[in-house]
């Protein structure tokens, strides 16, 4: 813990950290491949960390249960790693430096959480065995979050891919080509002038609106299909303003569901 880069000499074990007092671990000789990555991510954020960080029990306490935390979140285990927690693995939180769109806040936690948890450690934990592996799941969350809503403030028909969309974990996104593309209905919902960046600014609503093209292109030439009532049309941005909140509205959402399918 001195600050500086880096120090792949600096390889504490589950049973050294046990007998210093830290709490949590498995015993080094039946270690899991688990216990293995969350150790090495654990002594590289402590390497890169001041002294005065870790200079007690207690903080190298919160520095292992936030590793801790980070591979429980992979595994899809609950409860997830939280902003500050990420915070003591070093990652930028709230504004922390000058480049505001890699930090972790409140409106990118769920996309960056859920991002984590997409990983695959069915068979090994290889994708997220180092610090480095782990930062560019964070990052890449957290930019495509920033992409989407970009995407919503310019309205400049531009768009946002896929595979942005997936790496802040969001499903059900489909490119151009393949059975059930939506991507352009979703680029296209986002370049509404009802779609500003702010209702865009989380996973959950990001996902909203990806659900809801997902629906309008699934009723297309399927009469059984689920119908779009007026909150879908919402998320995607459809200005029914014009229309009355009751029969008129009704009858307009039930024929522009008749001429889909």
Not at 39 to 53: D, M, S, W
């Amino acid at each position: 813990a001195d600050g500086g880069a880096t120090d792949t000499s600096f390889v504490l074990t589950a049973d050294e950290y046990a007998k210093i007092g830290i709490t949590g671990l498995e015993a080094t000789s039946g270690e899991s491949a688990k216990q293995t990555a969350k150790l090495a991510i654990l002594n590289e954020v402590i390497e890169g960390l001041t002294k005065a960080t870790v200079d007690t029990i207690p903080e190298l306490q919160l520095v292992f249960d936030a590793a801790d935390a980070l591979l429980r979140t992979i595994d899809g285990e609950t409860p997830a790693i939280t902003k500050a927690q990420l915070g003591l693995l070093g990652f930028g939180v709230d504004d922390a430096d000058a480049d505001v769109t890699t930090d972790v806040t409140d409106d990118n936690l769920s996309a960056i959480q859920k991002a984590l948890s997409d990983v695959n450690t069915s068979s090994n934990y290889d994708a997220v065995n180092t610090l480095a592996k782990v930062t560019t799941i964070v990052d890449d969350a957290i930019a495509a979050l920033e992409a989407v809503k970009a995407e919503a403030a310019d309205n400049d028909n531009g768009s946002v891919t896929v595979a942005q969309l997936e790496d802040m974990g969001v499903e059900g996104a489909v490119d151009t080509g393949n059975a059930g593309a939506n991507i352009a209905l979703i680029n296209s919902a986002l370049d509404t002038a009802a779609i500003a960046s702010a209702n865009v600014d989380t996973l959950e609503e990001v996902q909203a609106l990806v659900t809801a093209a997902a629906k309008v292109v699934g009723l297309a030439g399927d009469a059984a299909a689920p119908k779009l009532v007026v909150a879908d049309l919402t998320k995607l941005g459809v200005d029914l303003t014009v229309l009355d909140s009751g029969n008129t509205q009704a009858n307009a959402i039930a024929l522009l569901n008749d001429l889909i399918i």
